[in-house]
């Protein structure tokens, strides 16, 4: 059973660029949540996914935007690359249902801006 | 939106001993506390979750205790031995709707010692 698997594991851009990250979760999950971990400190909550769609957004600016496809697969994509936007993406996944399901992350893609 | 604080940054214990961190949460209405256990370079783990409506859950070596009045919850390992050496996060969300994005506390660095 493949549990959260994200591609590329590393990458490197340069600034004003822009990058996709991907994410495919783990087998009967059906909710995605992506994540930017700067080195040092923890998570911090991006965007959630559900039956294609945004439900939930943090505070981060309109240049990170996502989508969801059919198979509950996702996608994180980041335009106008800037230096603090290096750090670790974290995509995370779950079961919908009723009440809080776990979120399982992933190994992560590890973005860096020169 | 939701603040979640932890304490202490860094903790080093001894080698069988018992080691405690702690978070404080500010928004009355987030009712999932989850605990992940990050190792260098790795994914961060669940490693145990407690709900809103449960004051304690154990797991073996592990526990964690919910005051809803005081928002706090704590992390409680015992008789730790040197696998138990990672960062710990703790993190609160709100069930419902797909929207349970998580808040990250800034982690505890747990050490270990022979």
């Known amino acids: 059973d493949a549990g959260v698997t994200q591609s590329p594991t590393h990458l490197i851009k340069t600034r004003g660029q822009q990058v996709t990250l991907r994410c495919s979760p783990k087998s009967g999950h059906d909710t995605v949540s992506w994540y930017q971990q700067a080195l040092g400190q923890g998570p911090q909550f991006i965007f959630q996914y559900y039956e294609e769609e945004e439900r939930q957004r943090g505070n981060f600016p309109d240049r990170f935007s996502g989508h969801q496809f059919p198979n509950y697969s996702s996608e994180l994509n980041v335009n106008a690359l800037l230096l603090g936007d290096s750090a670790l993406y974290l995509c995370?996944?779950?079961?919908?249902?009723?009440?809080?399901?776990?979120?399982?992350f992933g190994d992560g893609t590890r973005l860096s801006i020169l | 939106g939701e603040n979640v604080e932890q304490h202490p940054s860094t903790l080093s214990v001894q080698e069988g001993d018992s080691a405690v961190i702690k978070c404080t949460y500010s928004?009355?209405?987030?009712?999932?506390f989850p605990w992940y256990k990050q190792e260098l370079g790795k994914r961060p783990q669940l490693i145990i979750d407690i709900r809103s409506n449960v004051g304690e859950k154990k797991d073996q070596r592990i526990a964690v205790t919910l005051n809803k009045t005081a928002k706090h919850f704590s992390l409680h390992i015992t008789e730790t031995q040197p696998e138990d050496s990672a960062v710990y996060f703790c993190?609160?969300?709100?069930?419902?709707?797909?929207?349970?994005?998580?808040?990250f506390g800034k982690g505890t660095h747990l050490i270990i010692q022979p």
């Open positions: 993190a609160a969300s709100k069930a419902g709707g797909g929207a349970d994005g998580l808040t």
């Open positions: 995370a996944s779950r079961q919908a249902g009723s009440g809080n399901q776990p979120q399982h």
């Open positions: 928004d009355s209405a987030s009712n999932y």
